[in-house]
């Protein structure tokens, strides 16, 4: 499977101290993405030019061979015991933390077989799982995933399906329905909402996005606020592709509105988080 | 789980006496008192050479306390000062004489200032200097040494920690809380009467140490009584009603103790401080003079205090406060031959323990423990330190109210792991019970507190041993032969051959410093007995021996070992790219090292980027590493002391790393000539990449009981502690390193943003207290080049 990144001590990937794990490929396409870099499923060279010394004579494709790691390859291939060999390097602090491992991208539900062969791994192993997902999958795809982790994090980006289409390049009514379905399945999941200034702040978004939590039979009624940053930035650079290039307006949330998400959602009996 | 400070009454911080106290103390400028000097070069003069050298230390302390200006400040409940005022240092010249030359410096440098007047410059020529000329500790000291071991000692191989000061890093168990010095004095006297004159060839030197030790009952007896006259004198004149039954009691609390157990925690407190300041003037101990586990003494008498009516917790908290101010009016005394340029710290290195475990090895954490906690929140000063002690039993509540603490980012406190420094000391010879008694001083080093002298040495430079390894045994930095011909690495077929080299030359530089370290534990014995600390660690007086001559019930002599990051960095760099790869030969990565990389920037960014390096749970760096730190243990444990006890290796550096890499030429990992080691048994600056956990992981691989105490500096963002959330996963983060066997884990709470805005902006910073080492230490009274360095360390921000 082509994983670009395992990260360790991550403390906002869900609960306790956990070992994120991000698959390569998206069928989103969200104009904020933080890491554009996991949208293609093939592995790539990025290039940070900050870190490049102008070597006489540059290794090119041959990014592993660059001195200072300004040309990186994005993407590798693991098989699945070197995976769970490098995951368990964690296990003490994930139990003693109660935390685990979440599956992240990209997209883990694209690579659905890879991704199910994982967390039944993962499950054997004892290791708590979450899996921090889109949702825009088939929903059997899901009940198999949902039988084999104990916690999805949900993401809900934008409650007007064209508003979602014209951000993320797809209608977000097969997410809605996949949400519901977890809801109704009685599976733990958390909805996480990225908030950025100008997509998704306004009081009819959150108005509605409330409204359509209401409606779920959904008992952890957890959300976190994830307010956008801009690192997806710097990451385009790095692909030589362009950051929004449609210019739309985005901007980090204020305080102000932080609080007035929070304060909205915490009203409707909803537990509230800033920050993942 | 509640996370709420206890007892809510206190929210309010400190109060109005407090606040006066702090600022008063704050606004103080540090001064050089001579009157210490006057006192004792007096009493040499008149008295050197007829009485034994015991009885002559045990009255010249006597004459101090006799003598010394005393003073009892507006507000003050504790009482005493170890200068003639706050904040003013004493000099102790039988150790180390400043020069004129030194006492300029120390009064004009910018930083760590020592002011001091023209008028006390000239008495200081004239009636000190020229009497301890060629009889000071120091002047023994290099006049004795060889030339080899000179030559390293100033090359940088190793430091030398006795040469200004006297060995210290003690603290006290909970005996001087039931008992008073009429009752010690009587036990002495009691051993003298029995001593045997015929069977027992040492009656005589017994005799002798006893009898200094009685006068220096006598002596703290004096200085507490002089203090209750004064108390007296002030309340008889005092008009304010509330003021003058604060003195009156004053003067009841100083006739009482130290002569006799203390009977309320007022007493308590004044006691210890009496037994502090008796510590530090008879002699200038390294690490002054530690509590201990301060909460675990006190908490009987505020038990019984409350539970009788007598005290309330906010009175409690006053009086620990004014002790907290106490500590923080003893700046360290400083060093001679110092230069303007370089950076000392005011710090003394006072390391009070709270939580952890009693001697049965139940949790010991209380109500004390807690307010020490919002006691050091709310003064943050610069002393004393504190480290919080956290056991498997230790609740989970005092954990976080710790971390809490350490959220503020004043650098305080430290965390160390009671499960694993109690092995450290039963795998050293101590009892369950003395270990579990004991704890760390002074920056992580254990101890078996009452009852142990552990003499720490100074530190060794193991990076400038490899580069001096890589230079067939000479000093590229010095240009001189230091080291023993281990060859030209450039010959060498493999990496156990280099790795061997090194080996010879650890040893033989181990040895060097041996040999000089036995020398000077006897010149303390010989000439510098400490007579009053003797009194109060265990079995000094049962023996009728000395603190520095063995009377302790467990000695043992340190070494400190540098640079475990560094090294091992820089053997994975030779051994993948040398002898595995083959993409460098040793002559390049020498002649790299030669020209400080210029030129070579592609070589060396290549190695910091494309080797395993140590702190990320890699097993090839963490092999190497683990390799290092046995063969060191090897080469330091188990050898002969003079005080029949063994020498014993801890991994901490304070600051020392900056100096060993100053004198330290590139190294192979890619490091740049005289940037700092790695510290303790921290990772190298920049060299650990995946995060807190891999960095844990990779230290939990070092057998830490073999120690007497490991160094980790975690420097983490606020951001990663915003939320108590956050703060559970950084505890649970401390709970398994300390399952792994860590010893000690620290952090520095601030973001770069933060300290690059205060090197621009100083004066917005002045109560910044980030983590150094095993202290903490104002931002702005440090070095660029330490600055830079806290900047520099690897920022663990998980964004």
Known sequence: MIIFDIKRYAINDGPGIRTTIFFKGCPLRCVWCHNPESWSTEPQILFNKNKCIHCPKCVGKNADECPTTAREICGREWTLPNLIKEIEKERDIMEDSGGGVTLCGGEPLMHFEDALALLKELGKHGLHRCVDTTLYAKPEVIKEIAANCEIFLVDLKLMDDEKHKQYTGVSNKIILENIRMLAEMGADFFIRIPLIEGVNTDETNIHDSIEFLKTLPWERKTVNLLPYHDVGKDKHIRMGSQYNPKGYEMKAPSDETLDRCKQALTQAGFTAIIGG | ?799
């Open chain 2, 1 to 799: 789980m509640n996370f709420q400070i206890k007892n809510p009454e206190n929210e309010g911080g400190m109060n109005e006496r407090i606040k006066r106290l702090r600022k008063q103390c704050f606004d103080t400028p540090t001064t050089l008192s001579i009157e210490r000097a006057l006192i004792e070069t007096a009493f040499y003069k008149e008295n050197y050479g007829t009485m034994p050298v015991a009885v002559l230390r045990a009255k010249n302390f006597y004459e101090i306390c006799k003598k010394k200006t005393i003073y009892i400040g507006d507000d003050e409940l504790i009482v005493a000062e170890r200068g003639p005022v706050p904040k003013a240092v004493p000099t102790f010249p039988e150790l180390t004489c400043h020069s004129v030359e030194d006492l300029h410096t120390l009064n004009s440098r910018e930083l760590q200032r020592y002011t001091i007047s023209q008028e006390d410059i000239d008495t200081y020529e004239k009636e000190v200097i020229p009497y301890w000329k060629g009889k000071t500790q120091r002047e023994r000291i290099f006049n004795h040494v060889s030339k080899e071991w000179e030559e390293a000692y100033h090359a940088g191989v190793f430091t030398e920690f006795m040469e200004q000061r006297a060995a210290g890093h003690t603290a006290m168990d909970g005996k001087m809380y039931h008992t008073g010095l009429l009752d010690v004095k009587a036990r002495i006297e009691k051993k003298i009467s029995e001593l045997d004159y015929i069977y027992d060839p040492e009656a005589t030197d017994k005799q002798q140490e006893l009898e200094a030790m009685a006068i220096s009952c006598d002596a703290a007896i004096l200085f507490a009584e002089r203090h209750a006259e004064l108390a007296e004198k002030m309340a008889a004149k005092e008009t304010n009603p509330q003021r003058k039954a604060e003195l009156e009691k004053i003067a009841d609390v100083c006739h009482w103790v130290p002569a006799h157990a203390p009977r309320d925690l007022w007493e308590a407190i004044q006691m210890y401080w009496f037994v502090h300041l008796g510590t530090v003037t008879e002699l200038n101990g390294w690490d002054s003079m530690n509590p201990g586990h301060i909460d675990q003494h006190l908490y009987p008498f505020y038990k019984k205090g409350i539970e009788d009516g007598t005290l309330t917790r906010d009175k409690a908290k006053e009086l620990i406060s004014c002790l907290w101010i106490k500590f923080n009016n003893q700046p360290a005394p400083p060093k001679v031959g110092v230069t303007a340029l370089e950076s000392g710290t005011y710090n003394d290195f006072t390391n009070i323990n709270i939580g952890g475990i009693d001697k049965n090895g139940n949790s010991a954490t209380n109500d004390i423990s807690y307010m020490i906690l919002e006691i050091q929140e709310e003064l943050h000063e610069l002393q004393p330190g504190l480290s919080i002690h956290i056991a498997e039993n230790t609740p989970d509540d005092f954990l976080m109210a710790g971390l809490k603490v350490i959220r503020q980012g004043h650098g305080y406190p430290s965390v160390f792991n009671p499960d694993t420094y109690v092995k450290e000391m039963t795998r050293a010879g101590k009892t369950l019970e003395d270990a579990r008694e004991g704890g760390c001083s002074g920056c992580i080093e254990v101890g078996a507190f009452g009852k142990e002298a552990y003499l720490l040495t100074g530190y060794l430079n193991t990076p400038k041993i490899l580069e001096i390894t890589l230079n067939n045994g000479y000093d590229p930095i010095a240009k001189k032969q230091l080291g023993l011909k281990t060859g030209d690495p450039r010959t060498f077929t493999s990496f156990e051959q280099l790795y061997d080299a090194w080996h010879k030359q650890m040893i033989y530089f181990v040895n060097l410093k041996l040999s000089v370290n036995n020398y000077i534990e006897r010149m303390f014995s010989l000439y510098a007995p400490a007579t009053f600390l003797s009194l109060y660690i265990d079995d000094c007086i049962e023996k009728g021996k000395d603190y520095y001559s063995g009377g302790a019930r467990y000695n043992t002599t340190y070494i400190q070992c540098t640079g475990l990051g560094t090294i091992t960095d820089c053997f994975t760099t030779i051994k993948k790219h040398v002898f595995e790869d083959h993409r460098y030969t040793m002559d390049q990565i020498l002649a790299a090292c030669d020209k400080n990389f210029e030129g070579e920037e592609q070589m060396r960014q290549y190695i910091r980027n494309h080797t395993p390096f140590f702190g990320n749970d890699d097993e090839y760096a963490d092999t190497i590493a683990v390799k290092v730190y046995n063969d060191l243990v090897d080469a330091i444990e188990g050898r002969p002391n003079t005080r029949g006890g063994q020498t014993h290796l801890n991994m901490l550096s304070t600051t020392c790393h900056n100096y060993f890499g100053s004198v330290c030429g590139a190294t192979p990992n890619g490091r740049f000539a005289h940037f700092a080691i790695s510290d303790g048994t921290s990772p190298a600056h920049g060299s650990d990449s995946h995060g807190p956990t891999a960095v844990i992981k990779s230290l939990g691989k070092l057998d830490q009981t073999k120690s007497g105490g490991t160094l980790l500096n975690v420097r983490f963002t606020p951001a990663l502690f915003k939320r108590d959330e956050d703060i559970k996963k950084c505890a649970s983060l401390v709970r398994t390193y300390f399952k792994f066997g860590g010893h000690h884990i620290q952090f520095n709470i601030v973001d770069t943003e933060t300290l690059r805005d205060a090197q621009k902006h100083p004066d917005q910073y002045k109560d910044l207290l980030v983590r150094v080492a095993g202290y903490s230490d104002y931002f702005n009274d440090m070095t660029e080049q330490l600055q830079n360095e806290i900047i520099a360390r690897t920022e663990n921000s998980a964004v």
